[in-house]
């Protein structure tokens, strides 16, 4: 005679019951409710970049170029750049009571100075508030050329967008956390978490070329992390070259003693 059965146990389905959701996808829901209430589009677009790189930078291919790349770069950056043009713009209070009072010591030579100074200013925010759209430029070109040395398909038009897209998204999270790194007892917190985007900052450029260009693994990952290098190879070098600076003038003059 068999035994008695024993019930069958219901999984948590099967009782009504929601799964348990994994951290990404509380994040993601926190993050959704965040950008509704914001209301911005290319927000939403940069939240699902974030979160789901690979599918959003296929579907972007080819839809936009450079123009919105360099606008999703400069909107995305804005917050830091508003907050260092406060500094910068305590430096140019500076110097322009130093102007004024050259120009109150020497009348002729001091507002020659000054308008110097007022020009000079002027160059260096329009400078200071385009860096963003510069850097990018300047990474994508670097990117571009290592890629099509390694058989990279994509052009310069797409590759750039994508990149804009990972780099926005990326840099819209660091300049919240940018804002909590001044705020006390969370600022360790938020410089710790800052790391953390900038390495996954990395893995998006890593994914936009990859799929920009249809290259493989090792070689979307070799473009991504060349121009790094070279960065790193450049501030080797001049650090170098300053300590040789400071060693040969160091031993003339003992020589000359």
Not at 135 to 161: C, E, H, P
Not at 180 to 198: D, Q, R, T
Request: with cysteine; charged share 10%.
């Amino acid at each position: 005679m068999a035994g008695p059965v024993e019930p069958v146990k219901e999984t948590k389905e099967e009782k009504g019951q929601p799964r348990e959701e994994k951290f990404q996808d509380k994040l993601e829901r926190g993050c959704t409710r965040f950008v509704d209430a914001i209301g911005y589009d290319r927000l939403k677009l940069w939240k699902e970049v974030m979160f789901h790189p690979s599918n959003t930078f296929s579907q972007e291919l080819g839809k936009q170029g450079f123009m919105r790349g360099a606008k999703d770069i400069f909107i995305s950056n804005l917050i830091p750049l508003a907050i260092g043009f406060i500094f910068l713009m305590l430096f140019a209070v500076y110097g322009a009571l130093l102007g004024l009072m050259a120009t109150l010591a020497a009348p002729g030579i001091g507002i020659l100075a000054l308008a110097a100074m007022v020009v000079a200013g002027l160059v260096l925010v329009v400078l200071y508030f385009a860096s963003p759209i510069i850097s990018w430029l300047i990474q994508s070109a670097v990117q571009y050329l290592i890629a099509k040395l390694l058989g990279g398909t994509g052009s310069f038009r797409n590759q750039s967008y994508l990149i804009a897209l990972g780099s926005a998204s990326a840099a819209i999270v660091f300049s919240i956390l940018y804002v909590f790194s001044f705020v006390p007892c969370l600022g360790y917190a938020a410089n710790a978490v800052m790391i953390l985007v900038g390495i996954y900052a990395i893995y998006l450029n890593y994914r936009a070329v990859k799929i920009a260009h249809g290259l493989s693994t090792i070689k979307a990952a070799v473009v991504t992390l060349a121009p790094v290098a070279i960065f790193f190879a450049m501030v080797i070098a001049a650090i170098i070259a300053f300590y040789l600076g400071i060693f040969s003038l160091a031993f003339l003059g003992s020589s000359a003693g």
